[in-house]
Each structure stands twice: as C-alpha cells, then as structure tokens.
C-alpha cells in the first residue's frame, strides 16, 4: 500500500480506462494495493458520484486544506458517520465545535458600558 493514504483523505488519481478523477477514500484493500475512491470530479461525468477502485500507484494524496466552512463540516461528518470512522467524526466534530466557538467570539458585539461612552462622547464634544 502506498504510504500514508487513509479512509477520508482528499485524492487525484487515474483510472485503469485513463479517466482523471478526484474524490475521497472510502475503502482501503490492503492485499492487492487498492483504494476505493468516491468520485467527486471527473472527466468522465458518467463516473462522478461512484465509487472506483484504484491501484495504490496511481493515487496523489492532495494536500489538506482548511477546515471547510460548517456546510462542508457537515457534510463531511455525515460522511463518517455512514462510513462508520469513530476517529474521523470525532476529529470533524472538534473542528466544528472549534469554529462555532470562533464564530460567536467574532460576531458577538463589543458593549460599552454607559459611562464609557458619555466619557468618549464628552471628550469628543471638548
């Protein structure tokens, strides 16, 4: 098996036919050096959406990007739920919890007491 790949990662690769694909690993075969990619993009658009086998030798692991929007986020933890990755969910839930978080620490509005701003408003009237 080609080092490193994983049930999850982000994939380009080239089909036996010479079809150029991305898409994600869903399934590993160990014993004849296979992945089964889910096709996301294709260009061969009858394939987009299936799953292929590919030899290990013709996947390029892409590179990770970040975390996604919390669509994306969404769509990917349901993702591990249907391919049963404990690990994956758990990992996907963090970074949503995380960006959630984030979010309400920029969109929360930064209150001034009343005091303060009679001081800045007399200040700016002097």
Do not use: C, H
């Not at 036919?17 to 690993?25: C, P, W």
């Not at 014993?31 to 993009?41: G, H, P, S």
């Amino acid at each position: 098996m080609k080092a490193g790949l994983n049930i999850g990662d982000w994939v380009l690769a080239k089909t036996r036919e010479g079809e150029l694909i991305q898409g994600y690993i869903n399934d590993l075969d160990v014993f004849q050096n296979k992945a089964r990619v889910q096709v996301t993009e294709s260009d061969n658009a009858d394939i987009n959406g299936k799953g292929v086998w590919i030899l290990n030798s013709s996947i390029e692991k892409l590179k990770a990007r970040s975390e996604g929007t919390e669509d994306q986020l969404l769509a990917m933890i349901d993702l591990a739920l249907l391919t049963k990755d404990k690990e994956w969910f758990l990992d996907l839930t963090q970074k949503l919890q995380a960006k959630r978080s984030k979010s309400k620490e920029i969109s929360s509005p930064i209150i001034l007491n009343k005091s303060t701003k009679k001081e800045e408003n007399k200040s700016i009237m002097d």
